[in-house]
């Protein structure tokens, strides 16, 4: 199984940037995509950015198309995500997971995540 570690939450105003890594162990053999789902409190997990392994694709929710831009370093074997113009209904813990289904239809089907950093937005 992928072991993954995430880092770069904090605490931002809105209107800021921030941006998390997640490094994963293994190859991008081991799953077909990989990506970042948030959880807010009283609020349903949302999957948010994923790339695939064989092309990196991108896909994201609407909530965040335009503001957040996901990324990889192969070399590193790292994903990023780069969070700008952030509001406050960003704020959440943030995971990053391989997930089974990764496309313009659905970001979900999360197979193993990690421990998860907290994001908040506010003034």
């Known amino acids: 199984q992928v072991q993954l570690v995430e880092s770069g939450g904090g605490s931002v105003q809105p209107g800021g940037s921030l941006r998390l890594s997640c490094a994963a162990s293994?190859?991008?053999?081991?799953?077909?995509?990989i990506g970042w789902f948030r959880q807010a409190p009283g609020k349903e997990r949302e999957g948010i950015s994923c790339i695939t392994s064989n092309d990196d694709s991108t896909y994201y929710a609407d909530s965040v198309k335009g503001r957040f831009t996901i990324s990889r370093d192969n070399v590193k074997n790292t994903v990023y995500l780069q969070m700008n113009r952030l509001k406050p209904e960003d704020t959440a813990v943030y995971y990053c997971a391989t997930l089974g289904i990764c496309s313009w239809w659905g970001i979900t089907d999360f197979n193993s995540w990690g421990q998860g950093a907290h994001i908040t937005v506010s003034s």
């Open positions: 293994g190859s991008t053999a081991d799953y077909y995509a």
